[in-house]
């Protein structure tokens, strides 16, 4: 929280002295370079510990925090388009990318945010469209070889009971 803070006051710190005490300051005059590395480096870093994820992190700030951000029709989602007949059966699925609102208030900027739709669609982020099944398949496996591994041993479990009640029996019979 203090780094997020702090990292937030340094911004405001940076908009107020190149806007220069004017109201606004052009998208073109904002250090993005300098708020994305602070971003990166200040609230995620030292917990971001896999190479992958923080490249990962470092294409989103580059995606999002530059001038044309400000456009209203800057795309907040990037979803390919499909290649060849886009009346495949996959082209019905893929929704609209999700564009920068026509808003300059916060109250217009939440409307926008709960207006959107509840079911999140795994290429808004770039996955494939498939994503979420694959993940839930996934588990679905993961879930059955658990259930198989512990039949096995509760099975094994239930032959050594019965073959050490086979025992005792001999045992008193004798």
């Known amino acids: 929280e203090s780094d997020r803070s702090g990292t937030l006051d340094m911004v405001d710190r940076w908009l107020a002295l190149r806007s220069e005490g004017r109201d606004h300051l052009g998208p073109e005059r904002i250090p993005w370079q300098a708020i994305r590395t602070l971003i990166s480096q200040a609230i995620y870093g030292g917990r971001v510990d896999n190479y992958f994820d923080q490249v990962l992190l470092d294409s989103f700030l580059e995606q999002f925090l530059q001038p044309a951000a400000f ?31 026509d808003a300059s208030s916060h109250s217009e900027f939440l409307r926008f945010v709960k207006e959107m739709p509840d079911d999140e ?25 658990k259930i198989q591994k512990s039949q096995t041993v509760y099975e094994e479990a239930a032959t050594e009971s019965k073959d050490k009640d086979k025992e005792k029996q001999e045992e008193s019979s004798n």
Do not use: C, H, V, Y
């Open 71 to 101: 456009n209203n029709d800057f795309p907040l989602s990037s979803i390919p388009q499909l290649s060849g007949n886009n009346n495949s059966s996959d082209s019905k699925d893929i929704p609209p990318p999700i564009l920068m609102p």
């Open 121 to 145: 669609n795994p290429m808004w982020l770039g996955l494939p469209l498939l994503a979420e099944r694959m993940l839930l398949t996934w588990r679905g496996e993961s879930l059955l070889n």
